[in-house]
């Protein structure tokens, strides 16, 4: 269970000066927040909100539409935003960054534009029993549309993908391999160039859904060399309303529009419309411009503490909980046990307690984590429980949260009198 590289510099708790929801006083009587949910949504920087607050002060305007200068610099300031975020996850042409509201909508996009012109009778779609609702959903509602199949990935014990399953399942041929790169609930991370290869050689594209891995650790497309790839603005310090569809240029330049309307055409008459090239073609409507400028400043701020010092300094604070979390009595912990193959996300039950048991009693500390199914219903069903409450990390934490964590665990086994 050690790390790999060298230490992280990261200092959570120097860094939670950048963020003004942690220089708020607490409640009275409440301790200081002890924030562990940020694979749901992160906090966000000084830098982020400022960026957006500064375009509605300075450069507010529709963009793309003017010919006067408030909306050039606008237009501007969003195509610089999309310009960082290719550069971000090392795509090729920043056009291959498509700006969408969330991962949910990057992978309704795929579904419904590649998957109702490719998707035929009989073919088959190839997920995995990890996927988020999100990356489950949307396939089968385009395969019910198209009476296409659908395939699972099974699970390994200890929650990883069952890669010898994987080769069986490839035999079926899919058109598409659509899988997480990390999972939210259990956090373990998919060896997705191996998956790639594999699915490639199989004659399949591959969707990675990355709202869970782009946020906390080196992400190249192009050393991937994924088809597609999903993620949030809001799960890596931007803002909500801010995310990104990557596609391989060919790839969505074969493909329709996903919703029709202004900024999307190239020319209406009243028989007909011819659409724009690419990004334009999937961003129909008045963007969140606003937005993904606060995304863009959210990468250059992580960008300036280093993807690799990101995801070093997670792999301490799992490694450091990994450590105490057997001490704490009638844990279960999911996932992985190798810190090199899970991202910052614990995932367990307490005994028979219920999980919002657990966390309301947590909530009494004054410790926020997440409770529920995380919208994973089926790796659920499969773990054997209705739901595990989740601790999830990032930059701005500490080794003394987890310390807090887990004081508030033997709490709340001693309210239930399990300890
Ligand atoms: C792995 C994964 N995929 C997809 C999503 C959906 O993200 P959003 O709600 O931002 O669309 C989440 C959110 O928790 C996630 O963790």
């Known amino acids: 269970m050690t790390a790999t590289t060298q230490p992280s510099t990261i200092d ?5 000066k950048d963020f003004p929801i942690f220089q708020q006083a607490p409640t009275e009587g409440r301790l200081p927040l002890v924030f562990l949910d940020s694979a749901a949504s992160s906090q966000r920087p000084a830098v982020v909100i400022d960026a957006v607050s500064d375009f509605y002060a300075r450069t507010n305007a529709n963009i793309h539409r003017g010919v006067y200068q408030l909306s050039e610099q606008a237009t501007l300031r969003y195509e610089e935003a999309r310009h960082i975020a290719a550069q971000f996850i090392n795509a090729a042409n920043p056009r291959e960054c498509i700006f969408v509201r969330n991962t949910t909508e990057a992978i ?7 998957g109702r012109t490719n998707l035929n009778p009989g073919d088959r779609i190839l997920l995995s029993v990890m996927e988020h609702h999100s ?8 395969a019910e549309e198209r009476g296409a199949t659908i395939d699972y990935i099974p699970l390994t014990g200890d929650q990883r993908l069952d890669l010898e399953a994987f080769d069986a399942l490839l035999k079926n041929e899919p058109k598409l391999v659509a ?3 990390v999972s939210n609930a259990t956090g373990t991370i998919n060896p997705i160039a191996e998956i790639v290869r594999k699915a490639h050689a199989a004659g399949a ?8 891995s782009v946020p906390h650790m080196p992400v190249d497309v192009q050393a991937l060399d994924v088809d597609f790839m999903a993620f949030s603005g809001h799960k890596m310090l931007g803002p909500m309303g801010s995310g990104i569809l990557y596609g391989k240029r060919e790839i969505l330049e074969a493909m329709p529009p996903y919703m029709g309307g202004g900024s999307m055409i190239r020319k209406v008459t009243l028989e007909k419309t011819t659409f724009a090239d690419l990004p334009a073609r999937f961003e129909a409507g008045t963007p969140a411009v606003a937005d993904q400028i606060g995304l863009g400043a959210a990468m250059q701020y992580l960008s ?4 690799e010092n990101v995801r070093q300094h997670e792999i301490e604070l799992l490694d450091y909980a990994l450590e105490q979390l057997p001490g704490v009595p009638g844990l279960t912990a999911f996932g992985p046990e190798d810190v090199n193959e899970r991202a910052g996300v614990i995932s367990f039950t307490l005994g028979d307690i219920h999980a919002h048991d657990v966390s309301s009693i947590l909530d009494s500390e004054n410790i926020a984590v997440r ?7 089926p790796l659920m069903h499969d773990l054997g429980v209705t739901a595990t409450t989740r601790a999830s990390f990032y930059v701005y934490n500490t080794k003394d949260d987890v310390d807090r964590l887990i004081a508030g665990l033997h709490k709340a ?3 239930f009198g399990l300890s």
């Open 413 to 415: 086994n001693k309210i």
């Open 108 to 114: 309704n996009l795929v579904a419904s534009s590649w």
């Open 304 to 307: 300036g503490m280093g993807m």
């Open 12 to 16: 959570g708790l120097a860094i939670r």
């Open 179 to 181: 899988v997480t790169h």
């Open 135 to 142: 990356n489950i959903v949307p396939w089968q509602m385009i």
């Open 371 to 377: 409770a529920g199914h995380h919208c994973a219903q």
């Open 205 to 212: 594209l591959v969707l990675v859904d990355a709202a869970q």
